[in-house]
């Protein structure tokens, strides 16, 4: 099964368990700021892989490495209720990028 982008929506329960998947690797401080710039963690997007859920987060300027920094967290099974957001054009796309793997 091809992977679909999909959408967590914020202020649900299903974006509060996305955010606590980053919160048990954080420390207790998900947005980690960065106090010479400002940056702190931010979500990227969610897509399925198979049966599982992938969620990404990015951070530009991590206070504790200096550097951008991702994670990719999985969630196996169907965890979350997700909407599925994927507009025509996206989808052509992503069906041919899944076609040249």
Excluded: K
């Excluded at 099964?1 to 919160?23: C, I, K, N, R, Y």
């Excluded at 106090?35 to 300027?61: I, K, L, P």
């Excluded at 991590?62 to 169907?78: A, D, N, V």
């Amino acid at each position: 099964m091809p992977s679909q982008l999909v959408f967590v929506e914020p202020g649900t329960a299903a974006w509060d368990s996305v955010w606590a998947l980053l919160l048990a690797e954080t420390a207790g401080d998900p947005a980690q700021l960065c106090r010479c710039c400002g940056e702190v963690w931010q979500y990227m997007g969610s897509y399925t892989n198979g049966a599982d859920t992938v969620h990404e987060f990015r951070h530009r300027h991590s206070p504790i490495t200096g550097r951008r920094e991702y994670r990719r967290f999985t969630q196996r099974g169907e965890l979350l209720p997700v909407r599925a957001t994927l507009s025509p054009a996206a989808a052509a796309l992503l069906a041919q990028i899944e076609s040249a793997r």
